[in-house]
């Protein structure tokens, strides 16, 4: 009776399919030789002896290279990693196993990554503490490290992303009527996460002093707020 490994193709480097041949999921597709070289079959074409085909590929060490990789140049979440490891066949027990023993050892940090994140995203594209909470929502952050994280947020630093934004976006509404430019740059903070009370007050302040007037007159009143959604 015919040995049944002798029907398996060795691994040839793609992780996916090393993956697939460790776990007996399926036979690994046919392709370019990668750095392993094809035992499988002798210079007559006939089938080398499956003891020939030398040791299989340390998969564990094929699973924390991908992490390695994935965390070179910048932070990931955990679960980031877990959806990477997934899609690259790694089985789950694996992943879970590896991506404890990163955490055990400072590799993965979801609390410093959501930190960093907040770091990079608040100054960097101005937004506000809702629009930062979806977003590491997304990145499978916990919503407890994420609220933690959320505190540290100073909100006179909030305010003064608010003032920015709406400075730049002031010098191509020159020509618009104060309650359309006034509409506009409310709807604008409202999508970057800010609070409707917030937005109003920054808005109204801005466009009253490149209007050179403290008062802003020509502005709605509180009581006629544009939506956000205009």
């Given amino acids: 009776m015919a040995d049944p490994r002798s029907s398996e193709q060795p691994w040839r480097g793609d992780v996916s399919d090393g993956v697939a041949a460790w776990t007996r999921a399926a036979t690994p597709p046919a392709g370019p030789a990668g750095p392993w070289p094809d035992h499988s079959a002798g210079p007559d074409g006939d089938l080398a002896d499956p003891d020939d085909l030398g040791p299989e590929p340390d998969h564990e060490s094929v699973a924390r290279k991908i992490l390695l990789d994935q965390l070179t140049g910048s932070a990931r979440s955990r679960k980031e990693l877990a959806d990477k490891l997934a899609k690259r066949g790694v089985p789950d027990d694996l992943a879970e196993r590896l991506l404890d023993r990163f955490e055990e050892v400072g590799l993965v940090d979801d609390e410093a990554f959501a930190r960093a994140w907040i770091a990079s995203r608040q100054p960097g594209k101005g937004l506000a503490r809702r629009a930062l909470a979806q977003e590491l929502r997304r990145k499978g952050i916990d919503d407890l490290v994420a609220r933690e994280a959320l505190d540290e947020i100073d909100p006179d630093d909030e305010e ?41 007050a920054v808005v109204r302040d801005e466009l009253g002093a490149a209007e050179g007037t403290a008062s802003g007159d020509g502005l709605p009143d509180d009581g006629d707020e544009p939506g956000f959604g205009d």
């Fill in 160 to 200: 003064a992303a608010a003032r920015s934004l709406v400075r730049r976006k002031l010098r191509s509404m020159s020509r618009l009527e104060p309650a359309v430019a006034t509409r506009r740059l409310v709807g604008m903070l409202g999508r970057k996460g800010y609070p409707p009370g917030m937005a109003f």
